[in-house]
């Protein structure tokens, strides 16, 4: 039987210095995004919006992928607007059709410069329909695709661009494109806090499932990707967002009672 090393080892075990620190010592530079390019899903609301301003803010031209929120046509123009030379564009996306995304990411990444430097799987959706039991297997499979394949489908497309960006250097159209800024792509997932721990007092359990699931991707791809691209993943707890509308008072003061600080929303 054939046995597959990770690349970046030998013999199973990691190649020291796979990865080299920036030559940056000052702390704002190292955060600077200036020149780069960024995707970011669900980005017409909530975090994938906020995501996208910050980014912009720190230099990077940004592409918004929305499903049905076509307000981020409009957000993306105003991206452009409000920050100096920043280019922001809407891109309608249906994350759960694997091909849809290969094509959103060759024309996000054509529009843009031709390199992909951020993706930021964060699109997803919540499950509202209470028990397992007296729900239909459907809104289950559902969510599983919304929040766990289409991050699959998202990290095959960008790592091909991070692989083909940091180890092809038979590519010299993309290595004009690139210059010396390209280091190393990023893969950032949105995950939550629902990932490792039960939530109460509502009914998550489809929905927490997914994010377990993305927790444990995000540490086997860092290893698969550790020669060409950071992987990371953020376990967001209760923010105030379209997502968390359909939420009762009784859930906020039951969330408000396991917070020693008393309150549960970050906006």
């Not at 190649?15 to 030559?23: A, E, I, K, V, W």
């Not at 997502?243 to 009784?250: G, H, K, Q």
């Amino acid at each position: 039987m054939a046995v597959y090393y990770q690349e970046g080892q030998q013999g199973g075990i990691f190649q020291h210095d796979n990865t080299r620190p920036p030559s940056e010592t000052q702390v704002f530079p190292l955060l600077s995004l200036k020149g780069k390019t960024a995707i970011v899903t669900g980005g017409g609301d909530g975090f994938g919006l906020a995501i996208a301003e910050a980014f912009a803010e720190a230099g990077a031209n940004v592409a918004l992928w929305y499903n049905n929120n076509k307000s981020a046509v409009d957000k993306a123009a105003n991206i452009s607007a409000t920050y100096n030379r920043i280019e922001g564009k809407a891109y309608q996306v249906e994350v759960t059709d694997e091909e849809a995304v290969n094509t959103a990411v060759d024309n996000s990444v054509k529009d843009l410069g031709g390199v992909l430097d951020v993706f930021v799987a964060n699109a997803g959706i919540s499950w509202y329909t209470g028990n397992i039991i007296d729900s239909d297997t459907d809104t289950f499979k559902n969510i599983l695709d919304v929040n766990l394949l289409s991050v699959y489908y998202a990290a095959k497309a960008a790592g091909k661009y991070f692989r083909r960006q940091k180890l092809d250097a038979s590519d010299k159209e993309l290595d004009n494109k690139k210059a010396a800024r390209y280091s190393h792509g990023s893969f950032i997932i949105t995950s939550s806090i629902a990932a490792t721990r039960q939530l109460m007092p509502q009914y998550l359990t489809p929905y927490g499932i997914s994010k377990a699931a993305l927790n444990q991707f995000t540490r086997c791809l860092a290893g698969e990707w550790v020669q060409f691209a950071r992987v990371n993943s953020v376990s967001a707890g209760y923010v105030l967002t379209k997502l968390t509308e359909p939420a009762t008072e009784i859930m906020f003061e039951a969330w408000k009672g396991r917070v020693p600080m008393g309150q549960c929303w970050g906006n």
